[in-house]
């Protein structure tokens, strides 16, 4: 996949396949060889002959190939290059009575596909001698017979051609007659007459001589009666008679009527017909009705196995007296066999990234008809990417039209039909079944575009946080996935020491324990490979989102807890009920609702007299203090968050009711239960001196802003500053994607004990979460002026 298309090939590239193609024709050869050869026979050496480097012939597998259903008769020696024999060759068999005798072979080499005609000529070595029909032939001829008569000899035949067949006859000496030959007839002409009286019978020895190298003969004795009477023997119509004959024929069909006449009268001229010298594969092909000389047909005659047929016929008369002629049988081709489809070579299995146009097979088409019959056109069905193109005649390639693709069709039948030219056509089909090779073409590709993990935090490790899946469509190897992290960083530190991926699986585990607070999430890159060469790969993010437990107690800030601290608040006597006296402040590590907090008030001194705003934390009188209650309050105060389970602390609180300074002294007697330190009295004095020093300024203040009060306010929002250099660094918001709880939080703290945070909380909050004690202020026009507001709180109070 992914290769250039046909059409983007450069032109030289073109023409660099069509030389190819070319290839395929040129260099064909040519061999001549001896019949009756022992088998081994080197008939000659086709790697040299042909420029093929020997090293080679093995690999591309050279084989010679004797096309059709014939027999195999030579081979090839790839060590060698030579072309051998493997069996007897009989050129008489083979070939019969043909001038020349040919047999075609194709030598076949692979990679690339090469073809090469092979052709061997069987020449005709003497190997049979000439023969007569007979040993004895009886001839009886009147004594009135003229000189000059001529009187035929049945020829005698020689299985070989040309030279090696009958060149010449020989006629022993005698005194009566001399020997008559030409291309038809051998005849015996009388020279002088004969006289019964002197000889009434004698016997002449004729020899025939083939021109062939030793010199073969064979001979033939003439058996010569004299006789008394006038007779004559039997005259043929025509000297040779010639007849055609459609193959396949019916038994008893009439081929030929031959006749012959004989001028004698009575028995002398009843004339009878039988063959000649007939070979001995024909002998059964043919019958002669010896009395009406009417050939017909008993056996099957094939044009494919023999053409035509040539037999003597003898003319008898009551005497003996016989004459010769020949007959010629020419049979026709009919269309009775089908083309046959041969699958020379095939590249199986081909890689699918072969480019279209790529010869992956080579098919020859035989069809052992003549002529029109033989001629045959092939084929390919319509819908698989391969055509037939045809090379040398009656050999077509198979080349791929399109790109393969082995994830879509991993096998093909090829279904290749050759059809011949003949009436009615004849047809047959081959199928050829081709794989198609896996090449490492598709990267494995994940299921999902990113995937994502929720893990909550104090997670075991090795637990489980989810499993990617990549799929790849190839075969084995190059469809075999390896998962594997990518290297990174996550807080600093290698990827692998948060999560690892099993190879096999894809199953990301945790390696360690998270923890939420340190590390709300990460991403790690995973990347799919499949294990072909080279191997392909990709990608993906996997986004672990670690979610929060309640692992964290609330933290309280305000009032520190440590255990020789020691801190307290000063409430005005004249503090009207409402009045905001001191605020807890406490936060929690956890989210959610893991860092809800709220507040309560579990003991108090003077039950009823202080409440504590249950998310707020405040502080406040519920009542007017009156002259009754104690001057030192202690309350304990806890704050719970909203996990399940809850996690709370707890601090204490004290309260001095006082409006006089010089009553702190009596705070030792509050501070006798606390370890009696120098140290604790002076943050007792450095905290009451703050105290009264931002009282009086706030006093100041309103004293000159809101001077038609009667009785001013105290209030100690500002006693509860809390330098930001307290907080926990973990509380600002570190990757900016805090939430809106954790804004909350932030607000909590900062905006102490200011009334704006009673707003503040109603912006941050769904109002349904609030109690139903809590003050609401929306309007805006509230918090335009923080000294506006208390005017409103009060008239509120
Ligand atoms: C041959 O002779 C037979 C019978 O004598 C006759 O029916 C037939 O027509 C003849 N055929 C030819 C070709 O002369
Ligand atoms: C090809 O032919 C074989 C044998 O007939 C058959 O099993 C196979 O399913 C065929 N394949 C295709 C792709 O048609
Ligand atoms: C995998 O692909 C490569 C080429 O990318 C090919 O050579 C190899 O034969 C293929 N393996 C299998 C098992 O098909
Ligand atoms: C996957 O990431 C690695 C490392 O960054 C990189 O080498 C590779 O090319 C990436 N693969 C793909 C398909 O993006």
Known sequence: MGHKGFASLSPVFLLVCIFLMLHLVHGDLSYSIPEETKRGYVIGNIAKDLGIDLKTLSSRQARVDFGGSRKRYGNMNVNTGDLITSERIDRENLCGKKPSCVLKADLVLENPLELHRVSLHVQDVNDNGPQFNDDLIEMEISESADKGNRFSIEEAHDADIGQNAVQSYNLQNNDNFILSVDSHKVELVLENTLDREKQKEMNLLLTALDGGSPQRSGTVVIHVTVLD????????SQTVYKASLPENSPPDTVVINISATDADEGVNGDVTYQFGHVSDNDINVFSIDSKTGVITLTGQVDFEEIS????????????????????LIDVHDINDNAPVIYLKSLTNPVPENVSPG?????????????????????????????????????????????????????????????????SPPLSSSKTVQLSVADINDNPPVFEEQSYSAYVTENNKPGST???????????????????????????????SSYVSVNGDTGVIHAVR????????????????????SPPLSSNVTVSVFISDVNDNSPQILYPALEANSFMTELVPKAAHGGSLVSKVIAVDADSGQNAWLSYHIVTSTEPGLFTIG?????????????ESDSMKQNLIVAVKDNGQPSLSATCSMYLIISDN?????????????????????????????????FLTFIIIIMGVRFCRRRKPRLLFDGAVAIPSAYLPPNYADVDGTGTLRSTYNYDAYLTTGSRTSDFKFVTSYNDNTLPADQTLRKSPSDFVDPFEEFETSEVGA
């Open 229 to 236: 009477a006038n007779d004559n023997a039997p005259v043929f």
């Open 513 to 532: 324990s998270f923890d939420y607070e340190q590390l709300r999430n990460f991403k790690v890159q995973v990347m799919a490979r499949d294990n072909g």
């Open 661 to 693: 300074l010089a009553e702190v002294t009596e705070l030792k007697d509050i501070s006798s239960d606390e370890n009696n330190s120098k140290m604790t009295s002076y943050l007792i004095i450095a905290l009451v001196s703050v105290s009264t020093f």
């Open 614 to 626: 249950v998310h707020s934390g405040e502080i406040r009188t519920q009542r007017d203090i009156s």
């Open 465 to 495: 946080l989810c499993s990617v899946t990549a799929r790849d469509p190839d075969w084995r190897q190059n469809g075999t996935v390896i998962y594997s992290l990518l290297p990174g960083e996550v807080n600093g530190a290698p990827v």
């Open 358 to 422: 790529t010869e992956v097979g080579i098919v020859n088409v035989q069809d052992e008809d003549s002529n029109i019959n033989q001629n045959v056109h092939c084929s390919i069905q319509q819908n698989v990417p391969f055509k037939l193109v045809p090379s040398i005649k009656n050999y077509y390639s198979i080349v791929t039209t399109g790109q393969l693709d082995r994830e879509l069709v991993s096998e093909y039948n090829i279904t290749i039909s050759a059809t011949d030219e003949g």
């Open 308 to 327: 035509s047929f040539e037999m003597r016929v003898k003319a008898k008369d009551g005497l003996g007296l016989t004459s010769y002629a020949k007959v």
